[in-house]
């Protein structure tokens, strides 16, 4: 693809100084009954529970990411990718900083929720309608989304209930139904390694298209394969904290050094 001018780039997200923290409800030796604890938050005035323990993800994160990208994101578990991904999805509130989108974010994660008693054609309407086709352009693409995840390749899964699903068949027919829309910003939570070669192969060739319709896509991986194979940017997070932040091959060789992979 060929790469934009840098006069003529365009941001699609802006982190700024992003911290993300979690409060986890935590017990307190037999006071911890629900009316217990509103009885300790009222006497103080409604004020944070001293059972409440604060979980900093994401610790002062800044980039920019522009049209036309594909950026993957790495570390450690627990390093606060999937937090970072939530939260320029909307999903979570920062506790500090600014996140700015151009565009709908749309968050794609092997743990998404589906409709376990409805069949996978079913699935295929109601995902298209949720992010935002009509029902005639769902209709023109449901033959194409189906061939793509490959679930029906051993069989009619399509018109079977998804919780006769295995969680490889579920995940891949997610990815396919997120992948018939072009998107402003798209952002993929480990879904290309739940596949065989085959379906990685197709998914990475349909990233690649996602970029060149001006899309930016984004990438949590544990596979540095496909990373290389589909990433021209990678931002390395640990502790919730940006390491380091470039080209592919740069920061993922720093990576494998550090971590011995």
């Known amino acids: 693809m060929d790469k934009p001018e840098a006069g003529d780039r365009i941001p699609t997200v ?43 993800a994401v610790r ?25 991904l939530r939260a320029i999805a909307g999903l979570l509130p920062a506790e500090k900083g600014r996140v700015y989108t151009d565009g709908q974010p749309s968050l794609l994660g092997v743990n998404a929720a589906l409709m376990n ?25 449901y033959q194409e989304i189906v061939d793509f995840s490959g679930i029906n390749e051993k069989g009619d899964f399509i018109t079977l209930p998804m919780r006769t699903y295995s969680s490889g068949m579920a995940a891949r027919l997610r990815f396919s139904i997120a992948a018939a829309k072009n998107h402003d910003v798209l952002m993929i939570d480990e879904a290309l390694a739940t596949g065989d070669q085959k379906f990685r192969v ?17 990438l949590v991986s544990h596979s540095n394969k496909s990373i290389r194979d589909t990433c021209d940017r990678v931002l390395w997070l640990e502790k919730g904290e940006l390491l380091m932040d470039g080209p592919t091959e740069e920061v993922l060789r720093a990576y494998e050094k550090e971590s011995g992979k």
């Open 60 to 84: 002062g994160v800044t980039f920019t990411a522009y049209r036309g990208e594909a950026i993957g994101l790495i570390g450690s578990n627990g390093s606060g990718k999937s937090t970072l």
């Open 117 to 141: 008693d409805l069949t996978g054609e079913r699935n295929v309407i109601l995902g298209g309608l949720a992010m935002g086709m009509s029902r005639e352009e769902v209709k023109e693409r």
């Open 202 to 218: 197709r998914s990475e060739e349909r990233i690649r298209e996602l970029r060149k319709e001006a899309g930016t896509v984004f």
């Open 14 to 56: 802006i982190a700024d100084d992003v911290h993300i923290v979690y409060r986890v409800n935590g017990g307190s030796r037999g006071k911890g009954s629900a009316t217990a604890a509103l009885s300790r938050i009222m006497r103080r005035g409604g004020g944070e529970s001293r059972g409440v323990r604060k979980v900093h």
